[in-house]
């Protein structure tokens, strides 16, 4: 499996989830040829480029807000030839109704703040023994999340996620945002 490298993206301003993140997060998920995957607040696409490539035989549904970050996201859809991928654009909560599939994965990558809601609508597009990946930067939304998952029956675990380059001669060492990572497990 060939993981896409941060530089191969076509980037912009909207934020990206970060190579070393975005193949954790997609691990997490274990997904296969024939899944169907929902990426929620997909910023400039990276997870659902990524899963749209491991999918081949599947589907993959991003939703995203920001005009910006669709652009972006198209581009990238054409050059890495992701013909299983649709876009829809518009908040989470907006478009549910638009959205008839059921996943055997959602990654939510972006909540706008109604986290709660977005599980628990979305948690009905979710298969049994699907899998939740959420990635957070803040421990208020984790805390919301995973009190949540929990009171409605997942089995989630938490990871924090640090990750550090060298850059220069020097070798100073330049970190990105810590991550955490929540997985749940709809029983």
Not at 137 to 147: C, G, H, P, V, W
Not at 156 to 171: F, M
């Amino acid at each position: 499996m060939h993981f896409i490298k941060d530089e191969e993206f076509i980037r912009g301003n909207p934020p990206m989830t970060k190579e070393e993140v975005r193949i954790l997060s997609i691990c997490k998920m274990s997904l296969q040829e024939n899944y169907k995957v929902l990426d929620i607040g997909a910023g400039t696409g990276s997870i659902s480029i990524q899963c749209s490539k491991i999918c081949s035989e599947g589907k993959v549904v991003a939703i995203e807000k920001e005009e910006e970050a669709i652009e972006v996201m198209e581009q990238n859809k054409k050059k890495f030839n992701c013909t299983n991928l649709q876009l829809i654009k518009g908040e989470a909560l907006g478009v549910i109704n638009n959205i008839k599939d059921v996943f055997d994965a959602i990654f939510i990558g972006g909540s706008g703040g109604n986290i709660e809601c977005i599980i628990s609508r979305y948690s009905s597009k979710l298969k049994e023994n699907g899998v939740m990946v959420l990635n957070f930067i803040t421990i208020s939304n984790l805390y919301k999340a995973m009190e949540f998952l929990n009171k409605i029956g997942y089995k989630t675990e938490c990871t924090q996620v640090a990750i550090s380059k060298v850059k220069g001669k020097s070798g100073m060492i330049i970190a990105n945002n810590p991550i955490f990572m929540l997985v749940a497990n709809k029983r």
